[in-house]
């Protein structure tokens, strides 16, 4: 690990020559992560962003987290599609089955299927 200031004038260095402009986010009051079954939130962090030449990369770092379950699944309209395809429904009953699946598209299917 690079110590002292150094360290930091190496670090830029090297960032230049991969072409990543580093910089920090001020004020940054939350920032939230969703998946399909939870939401991450991050209150207060402290968040860089590294710019290359196609994209950004965030760095996030925070002391306060809290995790929030969904009560209702998000799935994909991909997902929904397939599932109300192969069991030839609509997609609200797609959905539905995809719930009670618990987003286990081949469960999902059957469910519909076999009575």
């Not at 190496?10 to 079954?37: A, F, H, P, S, Y």
């Not at 929030?68 to 997902?79: A, G, H, M």
């Not at 030839?88 to 519909?112: H, M, P, Q, S, Y």
């Amino acid at each position: 690990m690079m110590g002292g200031r150094g360290g930091n004038r190496e670090m830029r260095r090297m960032m230049d020559k991969m072409g990543l402009d580093m910089e920090e986010i001020q004020n940054v009051q939350e920032v939230i992560i969703k998946t399909d079954k939870k939401e991450i939130i991050i209150s207060k962090p402290s968040v860089t962003e590294m710019k290359a030449k196609d994209n950004s990369i965030f760095q996030v770092v925070a002391e306060n987290i809290e995790e929030k379950e969904l009560e209702v699944q998000i799935f994909s309209d991909d997902d929904i599609s397939l599932v109300a395809q192969q069991a030839n429904v609509d997609e609200e009953t797609a959905k539905n089955a995809l719930a009670e699946a618990e987003g286990d598209l081949a469960r999902a299917i059957l469910l519909l299927t076999t009575t």
